[in-house]
């Protein structure tokens, strides 16, 4: 991890042990923290000329909050687009909200009532933060002390700001920004500065610095939005602002998702509320912070640091929020940082699956979805990359449908029609930084995890995992996250949930904590990449860290889509189990070393024997807090086999 990284751990623990935070800047009532307190100028403290200024205001926000009325045409066709799949409806779901129902992680429907519950954990029983928690210094909060603090905090994100907004520019009802506000100054009332959970993570005040901003402009001519709340909700931006300041340097010693976004809440702020005293020591922060993340997150061949499909979505988000911003209003960033965030949607771009916008369920996946601007699932990523590219490239991605709500509401152009299928891609691709390799067929595509070296830390223990896909289905699929702290001990971050060899029933890499591993693997290259009359080859392999080899061989026939993997190991002692994670929608059936599906089959042989092939039951999870079960195809092995061969074939 770097000195660099060590000494910032050893600081912000040193901080914790001496009570610096709670000293420093301790739990106070809101009254102790006036707008005044923040302003360069004192005759805004005042609540109507505070408005009259925001709403004559020079800078402009990602979207023009006058056009309401003449957008509402182009919002509706979103939505006709949208019924013409299985799409959601954020009118149904703001009028949900009205009724108490929030959506936690993009999927489950929770009923919070109205006023919620802001310390509730609604997935598991008795798990919530108790009156006396709600009142200490954030850092003295654990993470995990109440279960999933994740699930506590998901609501203060405030999606519904999202949703409201996007409900009210459809119909210019005065109820959802009446909400909106409502759910403003509930949450004011139950979270005074720097106390409880709500104030523990940099990064969570960060997305909730958006939404509010989101819902500022997205309700500045609403009758709802009156003097004193927009007066109120500044403050409270300020005061959120303040808090990422000071512990910005714990962001930085994490080396992920966790700068960036909290630069984005400084830089936001800095660059949209120019009347806090502040704002420009806010913003330069924010900007250097988010080039040196740039730099140093996003490898040179597009793939981001954390090795996750999810938080590759996570980082563009925060960069189309940036540049979006940028754009509007005259800013602007180096060569090398525009030169990196161009580079970071193409691995995305190369695994997406068009007709469903699914990708592999690769590394950690914590439900985020920060930026929820149109009606399409949470495993559709054709929104970010829509707008990504015609933000960066002016050109889309994808034909025409409800993704591009996301261009409207970040002030992006909707450049012209493009053919479906019109995107060619090639039959291979390395993002060797990354470690992935791409390999496609006719009507298949396989995505193979293989590192050579890991810059930053791995969030799940799956070097070798190969994920399949064939006709919009994940044949072959990633186990998923399910939670940061999951009791049941599913530990789908293992060996053992992807598709790769367990030695002896323990992981590639030794668990050092709940988010960090030891003793990194690194996989070598055996054979590069090559292609012969229709026949792609690749072999790579690693050792571990208790000296099990694992070499493995991906053949792909591109004339007949068929898939041959022979998988080699060594240095086990009792068994070595390879698991192929399988598509439930294929119906699978075992007949002896062949596993059977609706249109698919695999064969499993070996010239040594093997301990058995079973069709067994395994979970993963799509969505952050849900599981389901899936068919895994398991083959045991134990000494003196050492080579397995897997063939995949494809019934047309």
Not at 23 to 52: G, M, T
Not at 123 to 132: G, I, K, P, T, V
Not at 268 to 274: A, N
Not at 620 to 642: Q, W
Request: overall charge neutral; aromatic content about 12%; charged content about 25%.
């Amino acid at each position: 991890m770097g000195m660099g990284w060590f000494a910032r751990r050893i600081l912000y623990r040193f901080k914790l042990k001496l009570g610096w935070f709670k000293h420093r800047f301790p739990c106070i009532p809101w009254e102790d923290k006036p707008l005044s307190s923040y302003l360069v100028n004192q005759d805004l403290a005042d609540p109507a000329r505070y408005l009259e200024f925001r709403r004559e205001s020079s800078l402009s926000f990602l979207f023009d909050p006058s056009s309401r009325e003449v957008s509402r045409n182009r919002l509706v066709r979103f939505d006709e687009l949208a019924e013409k799949g299985s799409f959601g409806n954020c009118i149904t779901e703001a009028d949900n909200i009205l009724e108490g129902k929030f959506r936690y992680f993009s999927r489950h429907e929770v009923v919070s009532g109205f006023s919620p519950d802001w310390f509730l954990n609604p997935f598991q029983d008795s798990a919530e933060y108790r009156l006396e928690d709600q009142k200490k210094h954030w850092s003295e909060i654990s993470d995990f002390s109440s279960g999933d603090i994740k699930a506590v905090w998901e609501l203060s994100r405030f999606r519904s700001a999202f949703t409201l907004v996007r409900a009210y520019w459809r119909t210019g009802d005065e109820k959802y920004p009446e909400c909106f506000w409502r759910l403003v100054e509930d949450w004011r009332s139950h979270n005074p500065p720097q106390s409880g959970p709500n104030w523990k993570c940099g990064q969570e005040i960060a997305f909730r610095i958006m939404a509010w901003t989101f819902g500022l402009y997205g309700f500045l001519g609403a009758e709802a939005t009156t003097p004193g709340r927009v007066a109120e909700l500044s403050r409270m931006i300020a005061v959120s602002a303040e808090r990422i300041e000071i512990n910005i340097s714990y962001a930085l010693s994490q080396r992920n998702n966790h700068p960036i976004s909290e630069a984005l809440g400084l830089w936001t702020v800095g660059l949209l509320f120019p009347e806090f005293s502040s704002a420009q020591r806010w913003k330069e922060q924010g900007r250097k912070i988010l080039e040196d993340c740039a730099k140093d997150l996003i490898y040179p061949d597009g793939t981001f640091s954390q090795h996750s499909s999810n938080y590759h979505r996570l980082m563009l988000h925060d960069y189309l929020w940036v540049l979006s911003l940028a754009d509007k209003n005259g800013e602007s960033f180096s060569e090398v940082f525009m030169d990196r965030v161009r580079h970071a949607p193409r691995f995305l771009a190369e695994v997406i699956d068009n007709t469903t916008g699914r990708v592999p369920n690769l590394g950690a996946n914590d439900g985020a979805l920060i930026l929820p601007l149109t009606n399409c699932d949470y495993l559709d990523y054709r929104p970010v990359l829509q707008a990504v590219r015609v933000l960066l490239d002016g050109e889309r991605e994808f034909s025409t449908g409800p993704w591009d709500e996301a261009l409207f509401w970040l002030g992006l152009p909707e450049p012209g029609f493009i053919k479906p299928n019109e995107k060619i891609l090639k039959r291979s691709d390395y993002f060797e930084n990354g470690g992935l390799l791409v390999l496609r067929g006719k009507r298949s595509r396989a995505v193979i995890h293989c590192v050579p070296r890991y810059r930053h830390r791995p969030s799940h223990s799956d070097q070798l995992h190969m994920d399949l896909w064939s006709r919009g289905i994940n044949i072959l699929r990633d186990s998923g996250t399910y939670s940061y702290n999951d009791l049941s001990g599913l530990e789908l971050d293992s060996t053992a949930s992807h598709n790769t060899v367990e030695f002896d029933g323990h992981d590639q890499m030794p668990r050092l904590s709940r988010f960090l591993f030891g003793s990194w693997t690194e996989v070598q290259t055996l054979e590069p990449l090559a292609e012969k009359d229709g026949l792609f080859q690749w072999e790579g392999g690693y050792s571990d860290w208790l000296g099990g080899n694992h070499k493995r061989r991906v053949e792909l026939d591109t004339t007949t889509d068929i898939w041959t993997i022979i998988d080699r190991v060594s240095g086990y002692k009792k068994k070595a189990v390879l698991r192929w994670r399988l598509a439930p929608e294929l119906n699978w059936h075992l007949d002896g070393n062949r596993a059977i599906g609706d249109w698919a089959e695999i064969v499993i042989s070996t010239e040594d024997n093997l301990a058995g092939v079973r069709l067994i039951d395994g979970w993963e999870s799509l969505y952050y807090l849900e599981k389901t079960t899936i068919p895994v195809l398991a083959v045991e092995m134990r000494p003196p086999c050492v080579r397995v061969k897997t063939v995949i074939r494809f019934r047309m």
